[in-house]
């Protein structure tokens, strides 16, 4: 029982990154988002996916996981926005 709590919640914490992914993916950019935040985000769930590893915790390891790859996607936008996009004026 203890165990499903932990897939519920790594599933959970794994999926709130999907929003802003498919956003970005939508947009093709993600102006607005801070380059700290994303490369704070990034080396936080790589440092502790290297932690939780040798644990064997698979819960957080999906979720980990999971969350570099979303923020692998932001990232890409950020730097690599596609060109056929017309910003908005402010």
């Known amino acids: 029982m203890l165990e499903a709590f932990g897939w519920i919640g790594g599933f959970l914490l794994a999926t709130c990154g999907v929003p802003m992914a498919v956003q970005t993916h939508i947009q093709g950019h993600s102006e607005g988002i ?29 979720n980990y996981g999971l969350n570099i790859i979303l923020v692998l996607i932001v990232i890409k936008y950020k730097y690599y926005p596609r060109k056929d996009l017309t910003f908005p004026k402010k």
């Open 34 to 62: 801070s380059s700290w935040f994303l490369w704070m985000w990034f080396f936080g769930e790589v440092f502790v996916l290297i932690y939780v590893f040798p644990q064997m915790l698979y819960p957080l390891i999906a």
